[in-house]
């Protein structure tokens, strides 16, 4: 009972590590704000979109394979500009 209630856990962490944002601030390659981006739902995947969304002026954000974003809260995702494929900061 040990073994299934640990492993249950350690998916369920590792499952949570993957797709941990809900609002993705998606980085230019130089490191800079470009938008914010959301589909509404905590299962982002926020490094594959942030490779392919543009800001408001629709410039691309960044191709870099290298970290493209970072976590936002609820508080940056409504202050910050938003990406053009993005939806609105849904609680």
Avoid at 32 to 45: E, I, P, R
Wanted: charged share 15%; glycine share 4%.
């Amino acid at each position: 009972m040990v073994r299934i209630l640990t492993s249950a856990i350690f998916l369920l962490a590792a499952s949570m590590t993957v797709n941990a944002c809900k609002w993705c601030q998606c980085l230019r390659d130089d490191g800079s704000h470009c938008c914010v981006y959301t589909t509404g739902n905590s299962n982002t995947d926020c490094q594959t979109m942030c490779q392919q969304v543009h800001d408001a002026s629709g410039n691309l954000c960044g191709s870099s394979s290298s970290l493209n974003y970072k976590c936002a809260t609820l508080p940056e995702c409504n202050d910050r500009s938003h990406c053009r494929e993005s939806h609105a900061c849904l609680t």
